[in-house]
């Protein structure tokens, strides 16, 4: 999902995306139990957002970087 812009935001906007996401997940014919996101931690909207709709977290990944 990319960033949503201030005047966009509080509207439930990043949730109703999110569920037509999933909508398009729906299985034509596919079979899966579950599904994996991932989120920022200090992303409390979007975390807050998985959360309604039932995610549960697994574990906290560090993503590290060496420059150069
Ligand atoms: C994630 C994002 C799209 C959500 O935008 P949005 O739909 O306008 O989000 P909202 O402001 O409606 O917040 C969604 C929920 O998080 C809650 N929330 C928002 N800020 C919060 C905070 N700081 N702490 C706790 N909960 C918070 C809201 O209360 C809302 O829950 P509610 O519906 O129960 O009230 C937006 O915050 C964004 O663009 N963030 C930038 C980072 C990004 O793109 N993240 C996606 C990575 S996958």
Redesign the pocket.
């Known amino acids: ?5 201030g005047d ?10 999110k569920i037509a996401n999933h909508r398009q997940l729906e299985p034509k014919g596919t079979d899966f139990t579950g599904l994996v ?4 931690r200090n ?7 998985n959360q ?1 709709l039932g995610y549960q977290s697994l574990e906290l990944c560090q993503i590290v970087e060496k420059q150069g």
């Not at 999902?1 to 812009?5: D, E, G, I, L, P």
């Not at 966009?8 to 995306?17: C, D, E, I, S």
């Not at 996101?37 to 920022?40: I, N, R, T």
């Open positions: 999902m990319s960033r949503m812009m966009y935001r509080g509207k439930g906007l990043g949730l109703a995306l996101s991932w989120v920022d992303d409390l909207a979007m975390r807050a957002i309604q």
